[in-house]
Nanobody
Framework: QLQASGGGLVQAGGSLRLSCAAS????????MGWFRQAPGKEPEFVAA????????SYADSVKGRFTISRDNAKTTLYLQMNSLKPEDAAVYYC????????????????RGQGTQVTVSS
């Protein structure tokens, strides 16, 4: 089970940190990631991280601004979002899959409930 939190309203240029709490029994066996969906748009991959954090991938649109990380001891996934832009506004979802490559192609085994991020200009 995945539960995202940390969304909210922020001004452009501001920062937010999203968290995703996961079931302890499965967290360490799964690659994790984030994707987002804005109203009227298709889901968009944001970032992915392998089980041991050895492999990380970002969408070009967030490179240099967002940082994905995980704490396996706390079974929690994070997304630090800096220099936010109005186009980053969306519902953000965390995702999990045993295969890292399934997350960037938006085909994860599991997806949690989303958290809304709103960026004012």
């Amino acid at each position: 089970q995945l539960q995202a939190s940390g969304g909210g309203l922020v001004q452009a240029g501001g920062s937010l940190r999203l968290s995703c709490a996961a079931s302890a029994s499965t967290f360490t066996y799964y690659a994790m990631g984030w994707f987002r969906q804005a109203p009227g748009k298709e889901p968009e991959f944001v970032a992915a991280i392998s089980r041991n954090s050895g492999t990380i991938s970002y969408a070009d649109s967030v490179k240099g601004r967002f940082t994905i990380s995980r704490d396996n001891a706390k079974t929690t996934l994070y997304l630090q979002m800096n220099s936010l832009k109005p186009e980053d506004a969306a519902v953000y979802y965390c995702a999990a899959d045993r295969i890292f490559e399934n997350i960037p192609i938006l085909a994860p085994d599991y997806r949690g409930q989303g958290t809304q991020v709103t960026v004012s200009s």
